[in-house]
């Protein structure tokens, strides 16, 4: 104890005496001086009163305390100040050196710059997607709830929410039903108090104006537990979500805020209707708040969630809210001190069983779903899915070419420190020890790094925002801001100092290892080392290897996007406008929607430059599905399990529209109404899947659907036509099986998109449908405006920033590659100027002596290129799901990659081999 | 005092020095030549302290606290930097004797053992 305290108070008092010493330089030398002189005197005095002369006293007492320039050496040792002060000796001596070089200096910082900017860049984006907590107070104790089942038989059959498979034939999800959410929160005791949330897509009008936004609906206590305090008003509390369909209030978001409102404080107490429901606002949320759903996109209305049937009523079905086999509300609580997961799961788990068997019909052979609560501190954290496999390739894209810089910069550094051979040999002969010489050699590219650093963090702060503008959707709003934090600019700094470290550790430690009587008796012509020319092939073939690799990378995802832009999608893509429109069941109740989608219809028809227009519920790859129970006729004694399938409900326009073929019977008519036979189309993957050796036309098959009260019944539909495959939800997937509903036909449709064909440039007649669509539906927004291709485009949205970024750092390794090449290619000339001098005055002829240079390069790439095209055999593996039409070890860009990688080596060498054969033997030999 | 007669004198042990100076500002504030002329008159002039190195080791010492110094006016009126024991080298100097009495009476029973008759 005493020991520790004694150790303590030493390093404290050894910190604030240091730091003391450096701020009060001045003061520190200038008592020395005197302390010794003082000394001294006192020491004379008492020489003369013993008997000494004076000029003898002064003479003794000086020999007696010895050089005081020794002594004040050793004092300022004491104080700590003297690597202090030879470290500021090593920085002044480093940008000296540095200086002389100004062009390794600037090759250096530039590589390391776009190396470090590229890493804070990537990193700051993960960091964000992947890393970032809800701003809430003590977001790592929120756990969020999620089930799990068997993909076959779990318990749960309608969700509306997530639902991921797993490996084993497991699904998982975060919904849970309305009365599932009640009961646990009435029975737990594990946890702190529940909340619920729901994040969709709402339609608001503010000031007049409607605009989709994102509503978030919340239990009671939502801003009580998450701990939120709202910057103006208050948040949703308890009162307002007491009973349903009551409470008509809402807190907004600050964006919304700020876009609509000005920031004014008189917003508290304005009416705003979201689904044409009048909301009062009574609060506003901090800024930083987006939601308990997740970190990247703020939330712009939250609302009671007891408003659901009210705000987002399902057609045709019981109201969410009050139906225990919908699963749709997500769950969060606070881990309380003391009960670990583990217990909380199982004892959730137990509670959940017991409420899925009393609030459901089980089936015998259906799974009960078993709890699984999972950390809350990211919201439900839907990117990870996402997101985590592409910044991981990004992540070690951008460390390969950190690594390859690195590479680049002791190489530049080992062909220089040989030229510094001697000037390091006169150093250590003057006394400087091995480990000064080390660190002497590190500060030097300490320095260097700390260069590339400062710029690569500002180019990593200005380019903050490229790469989500780069997944933005044109049409789209985004709020996605990187925000460039101290965690993003500790990430560089640690990057700078490893760097520094992994670059200047060879060439230093080769520095400190010189013989110096060698190196002072060789002149530097000669002290060139065999073993350092070696260390720099080595490193030099390092980064062929590497750019091998990320060259082949980059070429398997560029393959990917070629292949997948040249899917055929099965429909005319051009010239095809899409919108949304979202008619609200309190404005338009089933029959009425319907009305109105064919009044739109009709009116869209006749806007000029319209050719065509259809509505349909589902827009294809727009990663949009529906399915629903398809029972054949001829199936139906078979007992077995009716099947889902993907379907569609459109206009009957809809085949001519979008261009697709009708390869037997006809597509929809005139003569298809609302009274007469309901009829469909399936493509031909369902004829073949449902009705192999059958021709399916006259067909029927059932759907389940609901009368006008609301019974489920079973409507019998009858096949009138086959058309061709077409893609579905992705470019991706192989055209699923698909069939086809009239929209008239339904009892009510909802919100539905529109294919528009136009015969001009599509967004010239938005002007003319924005007039008709405020002409027939005032209060509803055209959602989504954007064009079939677009569409497509932000379908590969990913593969093209992937191909943009990896092609990026496959050039940028090729250029970092090439320069180590050169670089030890022409270094190796300048050395061996000599030997080529004989060469040519023997004989040789200048072709020869180039195709000495070259096959001596040739080998180098190819070994490099070798191992890289093994590595990236190996690790282009790992990108498998990330790749379309392509095997990750696709013999044709392997060989694209090793022929650039060959071809860019030979070139980078060219010209040290010209030079070599250039050389004027009598010139290189009188150089001896 | 380099020239006293040398059978008297003892060269002083490794890291003797520190412990001596703690113990001579024990007893009172002294500036660095005090310091010099306190241990030799306590030593009865039979210890050889090299001048030079007694500042690099009050430096030393101040650096980890163990002593503190501030500038006042001498026996002969001049300004003189004193050093005083702190509370933690007060510490250190208990702990320290401790150690040197266990060593010094180690080392006695070492080397007073004599040989026994076997």
Known sequence: MKRLHLLLSRM????????????????????????????????????????????????????????????????????????????????????RILRKSPGFTAIATISLTLAIGANATIFSVAKQLLYDRLSVPHAADLRLFSWTGTEEHVAVHSIWGDYDRLPGGRVTSTAFSYSAYQQLRAGNRVLGDLFAFKRESMNATIHGTAQRVRGESVSGNYYAVLGVQPILGRGIIPEDDAKPEQGAVAVIGYGLWEREFGRSPTVLGQVIRVNEVPLTIVGVNPREFTSANDVQTPADVFLPLNMQPLISPKPGRVQPVYDPNLWWVNIMGRARPGVDDRTAQASLDTQLAAVVRGTMTVDPKDDIPRMDLRDGSRGLFEQRAMFARPMAVLMTSVGLVLLLACANIANLMLARGTRRQREISVRMALGAGRARILRQMLVESLMLAALGGAFGSLAGYLGRNVIPRMFEMSWQRSDLDVHFDWRVFAFTAGVTLLTGVLFGLAPAFAAARYDVNRGLKETTQT?????????????????????????????????????????????????????????????????????????????????????????????????NRMRRDFLPESEQNLHRKSEAEFYNVVGENFFPTLGIPIVAGRGFGQQDTATSLKVGVINESLARKRFSNQNPIGKRFAI?????????????????????????????????????????????????????????????????????????????????????????????????????????????????ASVGVYGIMAYSVAQRTNEIGIRLALGALPGQVRGMILRESSWLAGLGVAAGAIAALVLCRLLRSMLYGIRPDDPATMAAGVAILLAVALAASWIPARRAAGVEPFEALRHE | MAEKNADTQLDLLQGTLDLLILKAVSLGPLHGYGVLLRIQQI???????????????????????????????????????????????????????DKWNRMAGIMGVILLTEPEGV
């Open chain 2, 43 to 97: 030593s009865g002039q039979s210890l050889v302290i090299q001048q030079g190195s007694l500042y690099p080791a009050l430096y030393r010492l101040e650096h980890q606290g163990a002593i503190t110094s501030d500038w006042g006016e001498s026996e002969n009126n001049r300004r003189a930097k004193f050093y005083r024991l702190t509370a933690a080298g007060r510490m250190r100097l208990e702990e320290e004797t």
């Open chain 1, 12 to 95: 404290v008092a050894a910190s604030r005496s240091w730091f003391l010493a450096v701020s009060q330089r001045n003061r520190v030398e200038s008592e020395m001086e005197a302390e010794l002189a003082n000394h001294l005197e006192n020491l004379t005095a008492d020489l003369v009163r013993s008997g000494y002369s004076k000029t003898e006293a002064a003479r003794c007492a000086r020999i007696a305390l010895g050089s005081t320039a020794v002594h004040k050496f050793e004092m300022r040792s004491s104080l700590g100040l003297r690597w202090w002060d030879e470290l500021g000796a090593d920085l002044r001596y480093g940008v």
């Open chain 1, 527 to 623: 002290a060139s080392r065999r073993r350092s020319v070696l260390g720099g092939r080595a490193l030099v073939g390092f980064q062929i290897a590497l750019s091998t690799v990320l060259v082949i990378g980059a070429g398997l995802f560029l393959r990917t996007l070629v292949g997948l832009s040249a899917v055929d999608v099965g429909f005319r893509t051009d010239h095809l406008l899409l919108m949304e429109i979202n008619p609200q069941r309190t404005q338009y109740p089933p029959g009425k929607d319907i009305e109105l989608h064919q009044r739109l219809v009709e009116a869209i028809a006749t806007v000029p430059g319209v050719e065509a227009v259809t509505p349909s519920q589902v827009v294809y790859i727009a990663d």
């Open chain 1, 704 to 816: 389940s659907t609901q009368d006008r009260d609301r019974h489920s019944v079973h409507a019998w539909v009858e096949i009138v036509g086959v058309c061709k495959d077409t893609r579905y939800s992705n470019l991706r997937t192989e055209p699923p099986p698909q069939f086809f509903l009239l929209f008239t036909q339904q009892p009510e449709v909802g919100a539905m998109s529109y294919e528009i064909r136009t015969t001009m440039k599509p967004e010239s007649i938005l002007p003319g449908l924005r007039r008709v669509a405020q002409q027939i539906a005032p209060d509803l927004p055209l959602a989504n405006v954007r064009t079939q291709d677009q569409q497509i485009e932000a379908a590969m949205q990913q593969e093209r920033v992937f191909v943009t970024l990896t092609s990026g750092f496959g050039v940028l390794a090729l250029a970092l």
